[in-house]
Structure formats: structure tokens, C-alpha cells
């Protein structure tokens, strides 16, 4: 697992949960989805893929978050998240992905560091710490399309003009270097947030993505204290270093805002 990481930025592993685990954590997510489309209605209607704080309060009653909480926290999930990062992962967000209403709108390249840092931080953000996404996609959908290797290297030519539309390109042009990974509901994708990569729109997606960083607060200032679970539910949860490792670091943290990356 770690060498596939290594090499390729990404890890795939097909049928990851089965239908008993699967189940639950697809109804709260659909609980926490139409709840936040009635509250974002236009934002929704006109330009969105993407929705987030999903371990929030403003959208769930406790015994859903809780139901979340307990399945990031769970040995089977985490076991892949540090046997990838490290014991010193942490937890940062949740984020909801789905199709724009819209259906003319384009997917688009990117590196998610791109929305908070100039072209010299991104590249040196290659070669700082980590930042992962770990998606669950919850119906059956056309995956994610990925760059392999940019995880640690920089663009070529043609995958910074086409990622920033410079020289008369657009950010939704295919990439000879891309590789699309279909997914299936249940699947799990963990891939580096500084990869080049695009969502693929269609099939009515619903991806619910976890995301981990290392124990810095540089990256932990992205997490909101709110979407963190108490003492109570804590205990409840079977590998809650994660969750423990935010709550220490935020307290080190200013400011709390997360980028809607898609």
C-alpha cells in the first residue's frame, strides 16, 4: 500500500466496505445532504460541487454525528490512514461531492494548494507536509481522473497551462497524463491533496471525502473546532488518535476556515 503511494500519489481499494457498514453512513450523509442543499438553495441551483462540515451540528442531530464520528475513528479506516501516513495523522475535514445542477458546467484540473498559495508555495508545498483526502463514494459514479506522480514532482508544460488556462488553454482540457479511476459505491480512494487531479462529473455522484493532514498547525488551522467530536463520543470510538491529535493542535491554531476544493 504504501510503495502504490509512494510512486502514484494514490491508493484504490476496491470494496472496501460491505453493505452492513455501508448502509448507515449513506443515511446520515443523504440526511446531511438535504439538509444543506434546503439551507444553500441557489448556491446549490447555480455553481456548487461540493459541500462541507459534515460532523458539524448545523445539519445533524448527535446520533448521526456520532454514527460519523465512529466511522472515521474505526480501526478498519484508520488502518489504512496510517498505514499511509503515519500514527501522527490527523483529522482536518469532511466534504460532500456531487454533480452541479448545471449541467453545462465543466470538471476542472487542479492541485488543491492552488487556492491558498502563489506558484512558488505550491511547489514547495511538494515537499512539505501532507494533506490527503479519503473518499467513500456512496452510489456508483464515473471516479476521479489523476495525474500520477504530481504528488511529488511539478507540472509539465502542458499540465500548468492547462490548470491555470494560461496560452489560450482551459482548466477542462483532457491531460495525456491523466488516469481515470472509475469507483463504485463503497470503494475507497485515498489520494494527496497536491496531486493534479479532476472529479468526473455524471451518475449522480455522492462522494463523501475525509481528509487527513499531518500534525502541523500550518494545515490544522483549516480545522473547525466545531466539526470535532466531546469527551463523550470520544470514548466511543475505536481509534480516536485522529480526532485527539486536531483537538491538541488547534489549541495552537488561529483562525478556522476551510477552501471549498472540487
Known amino acids: 500500500m504504501i510503495n502504490s503511494y509512494t510512486d502514484n500519489g494514490y491508493v484504490y481499494c476496491r470494496n472496501f466496505l460491505n453493505g452492513n457498514e455501508f448502509t448507515p453512513l449513506r443515511n446520515v450523509i443523504e440526511k446531511f445532504h438535504q439538509s444543506w442543499k434546503q439551507e444553500n438553495a441557489e448556491f ?3 455553481r456548487a460541487i461540493n ?3 459534515l460532523t458539524g451540528r448545523k445539519h445533524l442531530e448527535e446520533i ?3 454514527t460519523l464520528f465512529q466511522f472515521i475513528g474505526s480501526a478498519k479506516l484508520m488502518e489504512i490512514v496510517t498505514g499511509i501516513m503515519g500514527d501522527g495523522a490527523s483529522f482536518m475535514n469532511t466534504q460532500l461531492f456531487f454533480d452541479p445542477v448545471n449541467a453545462t458546467q465543466k470538471n476542472y484540473w487542479h492541485r488543491d494548494s492552488q487556492y491558498d498559495f502563489s506558484l512558488a508555495e505550491q511547489q514547495q508545498a511538494l515537499h ?3 494533506a490527503m483526502h479519503f473518499r467513500i463514494p456512496l452510489v456508483d459514479e464515473p471516479g476521479l481522473e489523476l495525474v500520477p506522480g504530481t504528488h511529488k514532482r511539478w507540472d509539465s508544460t502542458e ?3 492547462v490548470r491555470l488556462e494560461r496560452n489560450g488553454h482551459r482548466n477542462h482540457e483532457p491531460l495525456a497524463s491523466g488516469v481515470t479511476i472509475p469507483l463504485n459505491a463503497g470503494d475507497l480512494l485515498a489520494f494527496s491533496a497536491n496531486m493534479i487531479h479532476r ?3 455524471g451518475m449522480g455522484r455522492l462522494s463523501l471525502d475525509i481528509l487527513f493532514c499531518d500534525p502541523v498547525p500550518e494545515l490544522l488551522r483549516y480545522a473547525d473546532a466545531s466539526c470535532l467530536p466531546d469527551e463523550k463520543t470520544l470514548c ?3 481509534k480516536p488518535g485522529a480526532f485527539l491529535q486536531a483537538i491538541e493542535l488547534k489549541n495552537g491554531c488561529r483562525g478556522s ?4 476544493w472540487g
Open 44 to 46: 446549490y441551483a447555480t
Open 51 to 53: 459541500s462541507a462540515y
Open 64 to 66: 448521526d454525528r456520532t
Open 128 to 130: 512539505g507536509p501532507n
Open 159 to 161: 499540465e500548468l497551462d
Open 199 to 201: 472529479g468526473i462529473y
Open 236 to 238: 466511543t470510538l475505536e
Open 257 to 260: 476556515s476551510t477552501p471549498q
